[in-house]
């Protein structure tokens, strides 16, 4: 399986491993988040927003579902947390978004698998007691060979 397991042990270290990960995502690219509430959905994708958009003030968009971020650089993040059904994406734009050309980073992803690429990043967040976050990332597609070793910062000799 084309997958990498990561620990980070802070928010630090979790808006970092977002930001590495945004530097290897292509245009176009959508993140599917799985994870309970507090296991660092809203900071990997802060990460991730920073590094693509050069967005600093990066908030869970709950109640509004769709926070953009970036002008040259789009960063579309989506939290489904609120979702009744999955029909209701379809109001919000959703096809259009997945179209763009911009990053869609999806929370609470499992609310609405039917609309989810088949090409995409399944990253599942688990607390692994106290700041401590494990973090399984699996390609579908998205990313090229030898990606494990550029984000986990290891070159292949």
């Not at 911009?102 to 995409?120: M, N, S, T, Y």
């Amino acid at each position: 399986m084309d997958c990498l397991e990561v620990t980070t042990h802070s928010p630090e270290d979790t808006e970092s491993l977002g930001g590495r990960l945004a530097g290897m995502l292509p245009s176009g690219a959508v993140i599917a988040l799985y994870g309970d509430l507090a296991t660092g959905k809203t900071c990997l994708t802060r990460g991730m927003a920073r590094t693509l958009a050069g967005a600093n003030a990066v908030h869970s968009p709950t109640f509004t579902l769709v926070n953009e971020y970036g002008k040259e650089h789009v960063l579309y993040h989506i939290d489904l947390y609120r979702l009744g059904n999955e029909e209701e994406l379809l109001t919000l734009g959703y096809e259009d978004i997945i179209e763009s050309g911009g990053v869609c980073v999806i929370e609470w992803a499992d609310k609405a698998p039917h609309f989810l690429p088949q090409q995409r990043l399944d990253i599942r967040l688990e607390h692994g007691g106290g700041n401590t976050r494990r973090i399984r990332i699996e390609n579908k597609q998205m990313l090229p060979d030898g990606w494990q070793n550029d984000l986990a910062g290891k070159k292949e000799t």
